[in-house]
C-alpha cells in the first residue's frame, strides 16, 4: 500500500475522465485518505464523480483564486487531521480568446486570467497549505503540467502558463523545501480530458503522439499519469524536488517522427 496513511487534498475532479480523478481513484487503492475540492457551477460534477469513487470522499468548496477558500480549507483540514500529506494541483483554465490561435489578439483580461488560474494559484496553494504540509512526514505537492518547450498549435497562451508552472515550480521548491516539502510537476501526454476537448485542435495531437512516442500513447488512459503522481506523494521518493517528470509515452525526448521500419522492428 504505497500510500497507507497518507491524506491527501485533490483539485481539478470534473467527471470520471479527469486525470484528478484517476490519481484519487489510484490513491484510494493505495490506501490513502481523500479530499477532494470544486467550486461554483463545478462542484456538482465534482460531488458526482465522488460518489464513483471507493469510499466516497468528502468535497470542499476551493476557488484557488481566493485567498479565503484556501484559508477555510486549511481550516477545515486542520480540524480535521492536523497536517496534510501531500496535495495534487491540477488547476487550469484560459479564456477562448487565449486558445486556438488567438495568440496575438488575446486581450490582457483573458491572459490575466490564464495566468491566475494556471500558475499563481499552484504558488497559493503551496503557500497556503504550507503549514499544514509542514506539520507531515515527507510531505508533497505535485501539479499537472504539459510540456512547455516548445509552442504547441492551438495551445497559446495555455503554453504560456504552463511554461510559468514549470519556473513557479522551481522556486516554490526553493522555499518549500526547507520545511521538507517536495514539490514536482508531471508533464502528461494529451489525454481525452474535459479540458482538452475544449482545446481548438486538440485532435491534432493524436498524429504527434501516435507518430513519435516510442512506447506508444493512449489518449484516453489516464492511469500511467495517475501511477506516477501517486509514487511522487508516497515515501518512495525523497529527495526529489524541482523535477518535471514526462509521462507522454516518451514524445518529449524525441524530435521526429519514428521511421515506419524502425517502429515496427523487433
Not at 467550486?39 to 484557488?64: C, I, N, Q, W
Not at 495531437?205 to 506508444?216: I, K, N, S, Y
Request: include cysteine.
Amino acid at each position: 500500500m504505497l500510500l497507507d496513511g497518507k491524506r491527501l487534498l485533490i483539485t481539478g475532479v470534473l467527471d470520471p475522465r479527469s486525470i484528478a480523478f484517476s490519481v484519487a481513484k489510484v490513491a484510494q487503492e493505495q490506501g490513502a485518505e481523500v479530499v477532494l475540492t470544486g467550486f461554483g457551477r463545478g462542484m456538482k460534477l465534482t460531488k458526482r464523480s465522488a460518489g464513483r469513487l471507493t469510499p466516497t470522499p468528502d468535497v470542499r468548496e476551493l476557488d484557488a483564486t481566493k485567498d479565503e477558500d484556501i484559508a477555510a480549507v486549511a481550516a477545515d483540514l486542520a480540524d480535521r487531521w492536523g497536517a496534510i500529506d501531500g496535495i495534487l494541483h491540477a488547476i487550469g483554465f484560459a479564456p477562448a480568446s487565449c486558445l486556438g490561435g488567438g495568440f496575438l489578439d488575446a486581450p490582457w483580461e483573458d491572459v490575466s486570467t490564464a495566468l491566475h488560474v494556471s500558475t499563481y494559484s499552484y504558488v497559493a496553494l503551496g503557500r497556503g497549505f504550507a503549514d499544514l504540509l509542514a506539520a507531515a512526514d515527507n510531505p508533497a505537492i505535485v501539479g499537472l503540467d504539459f510540456d512547455a518547450q516548445v509552442a504547441w498549435p492551438g495551445y497559446d497562451w495555455m503554453g504560456v502558463a504552463k511554461a510559468g508552472l514549470e519556473s513557479a515550480n522551481r522556486y516554490l521548491a526553493r522555499d518549500l523545501g526547507p520545511h521538507g516539502v517536495r514539490v514536482n510537476l508531471v508533464a502528461a501526454g494529451p489525454l481525452n480530458t474535459m479540458a482538452a476537448r475544449s482545446i481548438d485542435g486538440f485532435s491534432g495531437f493524436e498524429g504527434v503522439w501516435d507518430d513519435r512516442a516510442p512506447l506508444g500513447w493512449d489518449l484516453s488512459d489516464p492511469t500511467p499519469v495517475a501511477k506516477t503522481v501517486c509514487s511522487l506523494l508516497s515515501d518512495w521518493t525523497p529527495g526529489i524536488t524541482g523535477e518535471i517528470i514526462h509521462v507522454d509515452g516518451g514524445v518529449h525526448a524525441i524530435g521526429a517522427g519514428m521511421p515506419a521500419e524502425a517502429a515496427d522492428s523487433d
